[in-house]
């Protein structure tokens, strides 16, 4: 029997105990596939309408590392359809909520980790977010390619993590659409470190 194909509109109408089963034997993306590329994503529960139920997420490399950031999105109240036009502040996307790629086998082991270890992994706990981003600290994506070898389409689960042992299930994710970035994240041009 022939693995099923997934599109981000089977995978966004599909269930949770579903959406676990890929993401349980799907296989990890390479972060490196990732970079200089922008992805128009849904957040699957309604819990979503919290943070937007549509985002962009963009990826790119600085100092030999993988980054990614976030994109405000104008809400269309088209769930998985319609369009994924950017909220612009200056003539820019707005840009937040930075975050590291890479795989979870490569993050220290923890409790949270243990289901996921063949997955990708989006680490928001890192020094660049500060202020206004200091509360994405907490998130953590799990992060898995539903076809394998096909990085256009993937399919994510979000933790809130307070502590190694609270973990808070915030909602499934889907990043599909992909396309070239055309605004660079401010700080792909800068020589600080993040």
């Known amino acids: 029997m022939a693995a099923q194909s997934w599109t981000y509109e089977s995978l966004a109408q599909a269930d949770s105990t579903t959406l676990e089963q890929v993401l349980l034997t799907g296989t990890p993306p390479d ?6 590329y922008i992805y ?3 957040n699957h529960e309604w819990i979503g309408h919290l943070s937007g139920k549509k985002f962009k997420k963009g990826f790119w490399k600085k100092d030999g590392r993988n ?3 976030n994109e405000i999105v104008i809400p269309d109240y088209q769930e998985y359809r319609g369009d994924w036009k950017v909220r612009l502040w200056q003539g820019r996307p707005i840009q937040l909520g930075y975050f590291r790629t890479s795989l979870i086998a490569q993050e220290p082991p923890q409790p949270l980790y243990e289901p996921y270890q063949h997955l990708g ?3 928001y706990n890192i020094d660049i977010n500060t202020g206004l981003n200091l509360p994405f600290r ?5 992060v898995v390619l539903p076809n394998a070898d096909d990085h256009s389409l993937m399919l994510c689960k979000a933790y809130l993590q307070g502590f190694h042992w609270l973990n808070v299930f915030y909602c499934y994710f889907l990043l599909g659409h992909r396309q070239p970035i055309e605004y660079l994240p401010y700080w792909a041009q800068e020589n600080e470190r993040v």
Not at 31 to 36: A, F, I, K, V
Not at 138 to 142: E, H, S
């Open 138 to 142: 907490f998130i953590r994506d799990m």
């Open 31 to 36: 972060p490196e596939q990732l970079n200089g």
């Open 67 to 69: 980054f990614g950031y």
């Open 40 to 42: 128009c994503g849904w």
């Open 121 to 123: 992994h989006f680490n």
